[in-house]
């Protein structure tokens, strides 16, 4: 996935150590926004479930460089993703903050559940590296038409431009096709559960839209992007070594030794 080779397989030392800050992570935002939490309504089992499902992924098979760079990763961009949809009202929480600090530790926790969940799943999926052109543009246009409202909006722009730039840049199509199918698919849950909830609601009041759900996909794919920025600079400047296997040569060849045998 992002790395060149894993250090780390399954669970060891080191997912007990991340386990045990998860949970501080999780009491420090309950404790925090324990005003939001509505005890009267009862236990969210979907929530439990998705939560207790991420939290097992990121403990699993961990590489703590390549998880930290990750991470730092998906907090930005998510970051700027929240402050774009919540200032333009494309969507908006339940408590009109613009974004709400509580839900940026989300953003890396679920980039790096993805990250596992691809890990696992990558070998097992077809070959889908020629739906690229189709499926990647395909929900670019898609995500035009769902911000057109607000198209006039120098943010949007932007927006429009990094997914342009996210989708011609790169070169591991394997790649990425396995991360907007495995990001989707875990996206449909979060947004399943959050606009049900109505913890937050898109302008289209759907629940969810399909565009805000294969959005995963495509941040899945724009957050593997700025991690091999980021390792790649780390390289040009001398902090990293230069992998045995450059990250792109992957590209054209197939993802798993089962696909290499036919």
């Given amino acids: 996935m992002y790395r060149a080779g894993m250090t ?3 669970f060891n030392r080191g997912s007990l150590l991340l386990l045990v800050g998860l949970l501080v992570l999780y009491t420090a935002v309950g404790i925090g926004w324990r005003h939001l939490l509505d005890p009267s309504k009862g236990m969210d089992w979907l929530l439990l479930g998705i939560w207790a499902a991420m939290t097992g992924l990121v403990v699993w098979g961990i ?10 990763v998906a907090l930005c961009g998510g970051f700027v993703i929240e402050w774009w949809g919540t200032n333009t009202q494309l969507w908006r929480y339940f408590v009109d903050e613009r974004p709400p600090l509580w839900i940026l530790p ?17 070998a097992r ?9 189709f ?3 395909g929900f670019v246009l898609l995500m035009i038409r769902f911000l057109w409202p607000t198209i006039r909006v120098s943010a949007s722009q932007v927006v429009i431009a990094l997914m342009v730039l996210v989708t011609i840049t790169g070169r591991r199509r394997d790649r990425d096709m396995a991360l907007f199918v495995v990001g989707a ?18 302008y289209t009041a759907e629940h969810p839209p399909l565009v805000a759900v294969l959005a995963h996909g495509f941040a899945s794919i724009a957050f593997a992007r700025g991690v091999d920025a ?7 400047i001398g902090w990293d070594r ?21």
């Fill in 63 to 72: 590489d703590p460089r390549a998880d930290l760079r990750l991470a730092a």
């Fill in 106 to 122: 989300a953003w890396p926790i679920a980039a790096l559940s993805i990250e596992r969940l691809t890990r696992l799943a990558e």
């Fill in 185 to 202: 698919a875990f996206g449909f849950l979060l947004e399943y559960w959050g606009t049900t909830r109505y913890c937050w609601i898109y």
């Fill in 125 to 133: 999926l077809p070959d889908m590296r020629r739906l690229y052109w």
């Fill in 8 to 10: 780390n397989r399954g």
């Fill in 230 to 236: 980021v390792l790649a600079l780390r390289i040009a």
């Fill in 242 to 262: 230069s992998p045995t296997v450059p990250l792109s040569e992957s590209v054209d060849g197939p993802s798993n030794p089962a696909q290499a045998s036919h």
């Fill in 135 to 137: 499926v990647v543009p």
